[in-house]
């Protein structure tokens, strides 16, 4: 599908400026007043700018509601951004819309399926809205889900029947099915056991080695980002506080006690003082 | 071509989906066709009583058929009208929305894959509620014109195809009440509409509002067809009245819905949870 649309020459993902804010609702609104009848809204991506190279693996991390899905959702065309733009290896996801959906592909911290369906259903359906034919998504898609440790009878039971990390990684061979050049990860580890994270995160690490793949991961496991990621924006409050390597990163903070401090110590030190606020509140 | 191909493809996605998802809630859907044929059979009852209740000499046959196209009909329309209004409520509530927007599928797709459904599966549903009635009456259908029927039918889709695509806006930006909203079209149709009888008896003032329903129109025409045997050539200024308003009704239905995705967009409603 990817393959039809110009990728070359370009950046993966420009973020230029972004900015989205809501309107929170506490009653009736009348859906055409944009301002929320007098309501202060709240700023969940503000003034965001990064750029991801072709091939690398970007994690964004950040405390919730410090904006990752949002910034996510605006890449993936699910939400209009207030400000800025963003670019998709050259294709603005507001004016080429349909090229820049070509080539993305997203993982959610929910595993979305029709869950009365089987896994196979839910992925022949999904693959067919991306062009891709019932046979060839059928043979791909027992590769992958065999490959990311589900059982051959899984694949045919409703998915309502199947436990959380196992629907996840259905979740992430829908994703990978289309051949995504730019897969958005939204915590796609979160809630899953550690065995069942660990196959994810080892399919992760073969997707980048093997496959022409750009990925930005959202996540809340600092070790998951230290291992896969080549660079990482620490995003708080709707803003990036920092953006480095991982080792770039550790190199901000001191070392204590003797120890080389880890990316958690980093995510403390640059969010943690507004826990510390809330708790003096 | 190439990307006509994908469209059609990703048109029948919805189909397989939707069909897949009546075989797998097999239990709801006899529930609700043992209701549906009950409800039918209810109404139908009504004619067959007719003459009892009054105690005067009535057309049974008449007065059955009437209420019984009625029943038929009415009951099409809103399996149409609800499977394109609900999909939005639908794939909300499987939480599989934000997957179906992000696909590289236009809009367009998205309805026909949808509609072509909800018209197999009104017309399926239509017809087994029409032959277990049968079995219960003795229906006189030697002067009908059967096939100006389904054409009445075929062309009244295209309008309550459009109606259910306006209608499905409302799960949209309303997301915990929006399905339920939905109701309050069909209840207003239905009341208009001349369903189970004629306009003629509805005050003066509401009979104008019948004339803007598409229901109608398709009632007109499936009676004069089955009651009357009116032919085919009879029926083309209703066929045309209701091609011209499906042909407006679905650009328009197109139109609404896109607005209100890029409200939803903007506003961030095609989250589950609204």
Redesign the interface.
Known sequence: MSAMISTTGHMALEISGVTKQFVKSDGFRWPWKRDGNGRKPVVAVDHVSLHVQRGEVFGILGPNGSGKSTLVRCIATLLLPDEGCISVFGHDVLREEMAVKRLINRVSVEASFFKKLTPMENLIYGARLYGVGARQARERALEVLQRLGLKREAIFRPMEEMSRGMQQKVAIARAFLTQPILLLLDEPTTGLDPRSKREVQAFLEELRDTHDATILLTTHDMQEADALCDRIAILDEGQIVALDTPAGLKALVPRSNGHEPTLEDVFMELTGKRLVKEVDE | M?QL??EI??S??FV??NF??VK??WGWEVVWLAYSIANALSITFIGAGAEAVTGQAIDTNHMILYLLVGTLVWHYLAVVFDNVSEMIAWERW???I?????????RFTHMVGQTLFSVVYGLLHTGIILGVVALFFQLDLSRANLFGGVLTLVAGSLSFIGLGIVASVLPL?FPERGAQMTHVIQALLLLVSGVYFPVSVLPEWMQPLARLSPATYVLEGMRSALLDGASSGTLLSTLSRLVLIGVIAIPVGLAVFRQAE??A????K???SG
């Open positions: 190439t191909v994908n493809c990703a029948y996605a397989e989906r897949n998802l797998r809630y499987e939480g599989t934000e997957y179906t927007f992000m696909a590289p599928i236009s930006l890029k409200y967009k903007c506003t961030g095609l989250k589950r």
